[in-house]
């Protein structure tokens, strides 16, 4: 197997694991929608008022802060077309990582080698890495850290798995 690979295909079922990492967003399009209704209503009753006070520039800023809003959550959006991919065979452990562009980035290691660390910061967060060979890998810095922690033991199980072999058939 490959280190690395630039850009790197699925693999094939049988997977012993199979995970899609995704950024957390805790707002729908349709709550988008609907806050940034409420926003501009609220900003164009007031730039209304301050009009027809006499204070007519107002207005124009009301209006950049509605855009304002609109743009930040929209790059928001953007951003959270990232992912990462980790599968697991028998032959590969494929971790495959998107950006918010479209660019995609794999590594390929061999599982027999690999081994998870999942370290403690000072700060209570944490890190997971995957060490094969001497190269480190970060995994799942998209999750939180209660969630990297699940993730860490189910992988940690499925690679176990696959280092004792298939499972043998009473004769």
């Known amino acids: 197997m490959s280190a690395d690979r630039r850009t790197a295909e699925p693999l094939l079922p049988p997977l012993h694991f199979d995970a899609v990492i995704l950024p957390h967003r805790s707002l729908s399009m349709r709550g988008f929608a609907i806050l940034i209704g409420v926003v501009a209503a609220v900003n164009f009753t007031a730039g209304a008022w301050f009009m027809a006070k006499g204070a007519w520039p107002i207005l ?43 660019r995609a980035e794999a590594v390929s290691l061999q599982p027999y080698w690999a081994r998870l660390s999942l370290s403690k910061l000072p700060d209570e967060s944490t890190r997971l890495h995957v060490v094969s060979h001497g190269r480190e890998v970060e995994l799942a810095a998209m999750l939180s850290p209660a969630e990297r922690a699940d993730f860490a033991r189910a992988l940690d199980a499925a690679l176990r798995k696959v280092k004792s072999g298939p499972a043998r058939q009473p004769a």
Not at 71 to 92: C, G, I, K, M, P
Request: neutral net charge.
């Open 60 to 102: 124009g800023f009301c209006g950049l802060e509605v855009l304002a809003v609109w743009w930040a959550f929209r790059a928001n959006y953007r951003a959270a077309r990232a992912h990462e991919t980790v599968q697991l065979s028998d032959d590969e452990l494929l971790i495959r990582r998107v950006d918010a562009k479209g």
